[in-house]
């Protein structure tokens, strides 16, 4: 098994983090490679994922871990993959996203093609990180959307 671990900061409260993480059908908006996902049962989801023209749909479980604000996953078929997110309140403002993935990495060449060895790992680790960034922008983007910012002043530049 080999493990990836990565982090970011968002400039975002950790809950409108958390509140993006368990919006399942935005998922295609910021992980790559998958192209619909849907919310089934109680903590089920169907994705549909395309790597290099190949096609697959894959089940996956996804949990909260209490208060921590640790949500983990796993794939229920297709290639074996699991991992965590964590959630760590930097500030009211601003989030700590840290994501684990484990994964076989001869599973995953044959599931995805593609690299063997140190070159695999890399590009897991290139596709971890701009899935991160993704994820990033589109929550920041959405607590900027829900906060207009401080009003102006109407008629700043009149005196009577």
């Known amino acids: 098994m080999s493990t990836l671990e990565e982090q970011i900061d968002v400039d975002a409260p950790v809950l409108a983090a958390w509140e993006q993480l368990h919006r399942v059908h935005d998922y295609p908006s910021f992980v790559d490679g998958v192209r619909s996902a849907q919310p089934h049962g109680r ?11 190949v096609r697959w749909e894959v089940e996956a479980e996804i949990t909260d871990r209490g208060r921590g604000r640790v949500m983990a996953w796993r794939t229920l078929d297709g290639p ?18 840290q994501i684990r993935v484990e994964y076989d990495p001869e599973t995953v060449h044959e599931a995805f093609g593609g ?6 790992a890399g590009a897991v680790e290139r596709t971890v990180r701009a ?16 906060d207009p910012g401080p009003e102006e002043p109407e008629d700043a530049g009149e005196s009577a």
């Not at 899935?131 to 829900?146: K, N």
């Open 43 to 53: 903590n089920l989801a169907h994705l549909a994922v395309e790597v290099d023209g």
């Open 80 to 97: 074996q993959l699991h991992g965590a997110f964590a959630l760590l309140p930097l500030d009211r403002e601003h989030t700590r996203v």
């Open 115 to 120: 690299p063997r060895g140190f070159a695999l």
């Open 131 to 146: 899935d991160l960034a993704h994820f990033r922008e589109l929550v920041e983007a959405r607590v900027r959307a829900a």
